[in-house]
Nanobody, 125 residues
């Protein structure tokens, strides 16, 4: 069983920064991606960013490109999301996710296999 625990959410003003972290534990034999998704009230969950665990290649949704940076620490089994220049529309519950796949050719933006419980990010204007 894989567990993911997010931390780092909070209330900030527009233009400020936050750093989210996710600790991944449990037994995994393979991992292709880890990433972050978010869900605002009344909206569907959406993809934010992902990172290819082996080669570190990032992927971002257009609305956060240039403002958010995803990174991973293989030794610590953590994935982080540095969020700069935050906007009120970034307000949401942010979920960490990862997979347990042998092959990486799946639509990871549509979802992964394991999820954290989420951390709330609120950006005031």
């Amino acid at each position: 069983q894989v567990q993911l625990v997010e931390s780092g959410g909070g209330l900030v003003q527009a233009g400020e920064s936050l750093r989210l972290s996710c600790a991944i534990s449990g037994r995994t034999f393979s991992r292709c991606y880890a990433g972050w998704f978010r869900q605002a009230p009344g909206k569907e969950r959406e993809f934010v960013a992902s990172i290819h665990w082996n080669d570190g290649t990032p992927d971002y949704t257009d609305s956060v490109k240039g403002r958010f940076t995803i990174s991973r620490d293989d030794a610590k089994n953590t994935v982080s999301l540095q969020m700069n220049s935050l906007k009120p529309e970034d307000s949401a519950v942010y979920y960490c996710a990862t997979d347990a796949r042998v092959g990486c050719s799946y639509s990871h933006r549509n979802g992964m296999d394991y999820w954290g419980k989420g951390t709330l990010v609120t950006v005031s204007s």
